[in-house]
């Protein structure tokens, strides 16, 4: 971004924000779709909302036939509000709101079970409701070689996950329409065995479900710069599809009707659609020690504190440039560990903008209330300037507070 755009956006919108790029999101779904239909065609992707409920994001994955993955109530209302039709809502996560739970069985949507206490919750619904039919699903555990015990879903061992299933069988308005896993590695070797591991279970069962939901966990796309810094390498969409889709065209190639195949990503469709942009609002040396401090923090970019350095660009404002070796970016909270990069070389002066690249996963919806309100968020992939959400204020923060 050269110095003029930059002084537009500052003098319209304040000296931090985060820059959206829905033009890049929308093109990294098409992309990931297709790489996985076209090895199996009945596949969809469910956007995992919690990632960054961005509504307008949202509406792209709507408007591309994506189902909506939500969690909670708040993430259901934000799919209802958008316009997404209830039977492309499946909710997901380890506590759910029984009476929106309740509203969306009744309306079309789908639910799936995480847990031993939603057993009863579902009969409640089923018995409250003989003449509907509700969709239901069961969340499933099982080990992929990955070092995790992950929390979610039934243990595919245990009585409570045999129990589930047969409550379902139970009642005859309950429909199994779908069996999901999630694990949050992102490494490939784990995919795989998550797709083997289902369709072992749906074998040993003696059950087809319209849906076999493999969850999230992927790696999207980014800059060589941050690839460097992890441990594994960094799949392409394609790689991700060609280790799970030709397992499933194999196992249904002499069926007539075929499972739909979903995942459920965030991370890797979102994650390299947004940056955020801050001032340099001085610089330091501290016992030989340079820090520039910004108007932004580790919460605005990486609120998972994953301790890498993304990507970013210093844009010159005007002022006078100094050379720098080994700067941090510090941020503007009194927590002393809040950098938002270490080890810095390069040119830079007080009043220059630092924009961070990398941000779209988890920064907006994870960033607390903490010392300062959020900043605005601005798409700027269709020519013009956009507001997609203005900069949070006082009120926003304390209504719901008595003084």
């Known amino acids: 971004m050269n110095v003029t755009e930059m002084k537009c956006l500052t003098e319209q919108v304040g000296d931090a924000f985060y820059l959206l790029e829905s033009k890049q999101f929308r093109e990294n779904f098409v992309e990931l779709k297709e790489e996985f239909t076209k090895i199996y065609p009945n596949f969809n992707i469910a956007y995992s909302y919690k990632t960054n409920y961005t509504p307008k994001l949202c509406r792209i994955v709507n408007e591309l036939g994506g189902f909506a993955e939500v969690v909670s109530d708040m993430e259901m209302e934000i799919a209802l ?34 847990s031993a206490y939603e057993i009863e919750l579902i009969s409640e619904i089923a018995r409250k ?92 796309k980014m800059a060589d710069s941050l690839k460097s810094q992890f441990d594994s390498e960094i799949p392409s969409y394609r790689q991700y599809a060609e280790a799970v ?3 499933f065209a194999e196992k249904f ?3 007539a009707e075929k499972p739909m195949l979903l995942i459920e990503p965030g991370s890797a469709l979102v ?17 030989g020690k340079h820090i520039a401090t910004l108007l932004g923090s580790i919460y605005n970019i990486n609120p998972t504190l994953n301790k890498k350095n993304p990507p970013i660009e210093v844009v010159s404002m005007g002022n006078p440039q100094s050379e720098y070796v080994d700067l941090d970016f510090g941020g503007f909270t009194c927590i002393e560990s809040d950098y938002l990069y270490r080890h810095y070389n390069g040119n830079l002066a007080k009043g220059d903008m630092v924009v961070f690249g990398n941000v779209g996963s988890y920064s907006v919806v994870l960033k607390p209330p903490f010392i300062l309100p959020n900043f605005p968020i601005i798409d700027i992939s269709e020519g013009q300037l956009e507001i997609i959400k203005r900069g949070e204020s006082f009120d926003d923060l304390f209504h719901t507070f008595n003084f």
């Open 81 to 114: 509000r958008i316009g997404v039709e209830p039977k492309n809502i499946i909710w997901n996560g380890p506590f759910k709101n029984a009476k929106k739970v309740e509203q969306l069985l009744v309306m079309g949507g789908t639910v799936n079970l995480d």
């Open 253 to 255: 190639k002499n069926c």
């Open 245 to 247: 889709a030709p397992v």
């Open 271 to 287: 994650g390299d659609c947004m940056h955020f942009a801050s001032r340099v609002v001085n610089i330091k040396n501290v016992r």
């Open 129 to 220: 409701y003989p003449n509907h039919t509700l969709n239901v699903g069961v969340r499933c555990n099982f080990d992929v070689n990955d070092g995790v015990v992950s929390r979610f879903g039934f243990d595919i061992e245990s009585d409570d996950f045999k129990k589930a299933l047969t409550v379902i069988a139970e009642h005859e308005n309950l429909y199994l329409i779908g069996l999901q896993c999630h694990f949050a590695t992102r490494a490939l070797h784990t995919w795989r065995p998550r797709a083997e591991g289902m369709l072992s279970l749906i074998e040993e069962l003696g059950i087809l479900p319209e849906h076999i939901d493999l969850g999230g966990g992927l790696f999207g």
